[in-house]
Nanobody, 116 residues
Framework: QVRLVESGGGLVRPGGSVRLSCVAS????????MGWYRHERELVATIRYD???NYAEGLEGRFTISRDNGKNILYLQIDNVKPEDTADYYC??????????????WGQGTRVTVSS
């Protein structure tokens, strides 16, 4: 079994920063693409195994996605947060290896609330 667990959400003041983490647990797997989504699976950013990142239009600059392949952890740094960043943020990973676990996995989400 493969599990993705997000953390790092909470109440953040406008203009502040927040760092979300997503830790993979269970069976040791290798993820190809991983990504962060919010609301009803609205794309925030994705990142390939080699570190190549892709951002939804308008989000690059304040959002930074990164990953630690050795520890199977995905990160999302949000700087200069705005009220419209308030959302549940979901981690997603596509397993490449081993073949028996290939497929897309989702976390349960972590809520970020931006408010003064």
């Amino acid at each position: 079994q493969v599990r993705l667990v997000e953390s790092g959400g909470g109440l953040v003041r406008p203009g502040g920063s927040v760092r979300l983490s997503c830790v993979a647990s269970g069976r040791r797997v290798e993820f190809a693409d991983m990504g962060w989504y919010r609301h009803e699976r609205e794309l925030v950013a994705t990142i390939r195994y080699d570190g190549t990142a892709n951002y939804a239009e308008g989000l690059e600059g304040r959002f930074t996605i990164s990953r630690d392949n050795g520890k199977n952890i995905l990160y999302l740094q949000i700087d200069n947060v705005k009220p419209e960043d308030t959302a549940d943020y979901y981690c997603q990973g596509t397993v490449a290896v081993p073949l028996t676990y290939r497929g897309a996995y989702w976390g349960q989400g972590t809520r970020v609330t931006v408010s003064s």
